[in-house]
T-cell receptor, first 114, second 116 residues
Framework: AQSVTQLGSHVSVSEGALVLLRCNYSSSVPPYLFWYVQYPNQGLQLLLKYTTGATLVKGINGFEAEFKKSETSFHLTKPSAHMSDAAEYFCAVSGGNRDDKIIFGKGTRLHILP | KAGVTQTPRYLIKTRGQQVTLSCSPISGHRSVSWYQQTPGQGLQFLFEYFSETQRNKGNFPGRFSGRQFSNSRSEMNVSTLELGDSALYLC???????????????FGPGTRLLVL
């Protein structure tokens, strides 16, 4: 079984500052990991995903995440926050079987301060 | 390519009524998954359909049901609505089964259901 914990339901950063959104997972099998973003009144959009291979994954809009098996973490970072990054971010995990569900975290709302 | 579309976008119902929501996946996608999103519970998986067959189901009561048609369009139905069913219902499509693969899920904008 898989589960995801996102630390902090709300995170505020100043424009231009580092963005760090934390995600820890639990999985009995090698996980597939995802980060999605949701803008107001919209569905979710995939930012990046880790399946196998390189543990540092680069996504859209300057975001990246690093898979750390020893820490069971998949934190999302962006070097310099932009006002347009204000949104809700979801971490998700899935197992390696075709019929595995994708389990989402409860989300972290990112606020950008001017 | 057109994205995932969901209809209607907004819906107001009263307790005890039933509701049907529709989802049209991206052309060529055969998998459709449904999620319920609420502020308290976040995104919760309802079910996934692939080639007209339910392949996976979340922990929701039997009042929640779905189906998929031969053109991959999907509907979900909620009978005997309760106040707690008020939520944003999201549909996502992917080429293959969503879980356990590198297949990307593409989400629709959702249907916001309010139960009074």
């Amino acid at each position: 079984a898989q589960s995801v914990t996102q630390l902090g339901s709300h995170v505020s950063v100043s424009e231009g500052a580092l963005v760090l959104l934390r995600c820890n997972y639990s999985s009995s099998v090698p996980p597939y990991l995802f980060w999605y973003v949701q803008y107001p009144n919209q569905g979710l959009q995939l930012l990046l995903k880790y399946t196998t291979g390189a543990t540092l994954v680069k996504g859209i809009n300057g975001f990246e995440a690093e898979f750390k098996k020893s820490e069971t973490s998949f934190h999302l970072t962006k070097p310099s926050a932009h006002m347009s990054d204000a949104a809700e971010y979801f971490c998700a995990v899935s197992g390696g079987n075709r019929d595995d569900k994708i389990i989402f975290g409860k989300g972290t709302r990112l606020h950008i301060l001017p | 390519k057109a994205g995932v579309t969901q209809t209607p976008r907004y819906l107001i119902k009263t307790r005890g009524q039933q509701v049907t929501l529709s989802c049209s996946p991206i052309s060529g996608h055969r998998s459709v998954s449904w999620y319920q999103q609420t502020p308290g519970q976040g995104l919760q998986f309802l079910f996934e359909y692939f080639s007209e067959t339910q392949r996976n189901k979340g922990n929701f009561p039997g009042r929640f049901s779905g189906r998929q048609f031969s053109n991959s369009r999907s509907e979900m139905n909620v009978s005997t609505l309760e106040l707690g069913d008020s939520a944003l219902y999201l549909c996502a499509s992917s080429f293959g089964l969503a879980g356990g693969t590198s297949r990307t899920q593409y989400f629709g904008p959702g249907t916001r259901l309010l139960v009074l």
